[in-house]
């Protein structure tokens, strides 16, 4: 099903490419919104205990569970995780290619039963 978005583009104020985003049924920031307002909720409360809750020595042992983790970050390359999504998306494409209804069976059992030469 196509939906047509033309009059809210062409009525669109200076906040309605916003509202038009939100409104998008396949919009990619509304895929990701959750998970982001996650990681912000998240990253805030850890830097606000980090700064005003822990002691000092809390903090050097923060840092160094960070460090920790850190150092072990680079262990697996970038490029072989984004070897496993493009796997993946290349994959999920294929599904959908192979989902398309073609014509060919359909014609091929009509033409069975048409006589004649054309």
């Not at 020595?57 to 070897?83: H, R, T």
Request: include cysteine.
């Amino acid at each position: 099903m196509t939906i047509s978005y033309q009059r809210d583009v062409a009525s669109s104020t200076a906040g309605g490419f916003t509202r038009l985003l939100f409104k998008w049924k396949g919009s990619l920031y509304k895929l990701i919104c959750r998970e982001l307002l996650l990681f912000l909720v998240v990253y805030t409360i850890l830097g606000v205990i980090y700064r005003k809750c822990m002691t000092l020595e809390q903090k050097s042992l923060f840092e160094s569970v960070v460090k920790y983790f850190d150092a072990f970050l680079n262990m697996i390359p970038l490029s072989f995780v984004l070897g496993f999504y493009v796997s993946y998306v290349a994959s999920r494409w294929w599904q959908q290619f192979l989902a398309i209804p073609w014509p060919d069976k359909l014609f091929h059992s009509i033409a069975c039963y048409v006589e004649g030469f054309d």
